[in-house]
């Protein structure tokens, strides 16, 4: 079994990876292999809308969003780590976010793989943040886990946060307990991957 930690924050070995590092320590503690990628110093771009991804099945840009891509796919279960950054996730979360659009072919969707979050803020926009995540995680028909939400401003305040670092701990396990379920979602209840509401034709 394999639990990926994604840090979205562009700071070297701060809070976020903090708190993913003790999650997945409480993963491999239960049994799992364990990765954690940081986005710091790396080269993600954002979305250019060239729906290339539609016909060709991959996307185009080359940058380390190619490798997080195979990351994402051989996972188990995730976590998405981001700070929060002017009320919500950071843009390089939401860039990843955005080129997960390009995982739309059979067997190359992160359904059914079981998701967690860590967001950490030095005080406010935790709730925004978790929101869009759990939304993506639904619409992406992925099986939600718990989260952690954590106050923390300077580089090792997260280490001195008792109960956030028992929380993440217990995430990475309740992550590993999940994906031991094998919860996998009936054929008959398919992503409805476009927004099509009552709005639309
Ligand atoms: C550009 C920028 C914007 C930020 N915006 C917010 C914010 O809106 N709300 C907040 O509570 N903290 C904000 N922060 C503080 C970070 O969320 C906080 O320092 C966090 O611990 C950083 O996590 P990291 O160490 O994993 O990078 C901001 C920090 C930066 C650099």
Do not use: W
């Amino acid at each position: 079994m394999k639990i990926l930690g994604l840090s979205c924050s562009p700071r070297k070995k701060g809070n976020t990876v903090t708190l993913l590092e003790e999650m997945l320590k409480g993963a491999a503690e239960h049994g799992a292999n364990t990765e954690l990628f940081s986005i710091s110093g790396k080269d993600i771009r954002g979305c250019d809308s060239c729906y290339s991804c539609f016909t060709k099945g991959e996307c185009h840009i080359q940058d380390d969003m190619q490798p997080l891509y195979e990351k994402l796919l051989e996972a188990d279960g995730i976590v998405f780590g981001s700070p929060i950054y002017t009320y919500g996730m950071t843009a390089q979360a939401k860039a990843i976010i955005d080129r997960i659009f390009a995982l739309n072919q059979p067997g190359r969707t992160l359904t059914n793989k079981v998701c967690g979050v860590i967001v950490v803020a030095g005080s406010i926009g935790l709730i925004d943040a978790l929101k869009d995540y759990y939304f993506f995680i639904t619409v992406q028909r992925m099986l939600p886990a718990n989260f952690v939400a954590a106050y923390a401003t300077e580089k090792g305040d997260a280490a001195q946060l008792e109960k956030g670092m028992t929380a993440a701990f217990n995430l990475g396990k309740e992550v590993v307990q999940l994906v031991d379920k094998k919860f996998k979602f009936p054929n008959e209840f398919p992503r409805n991957f476009f927004a099509f509401g009552t709005h639309t034709h």
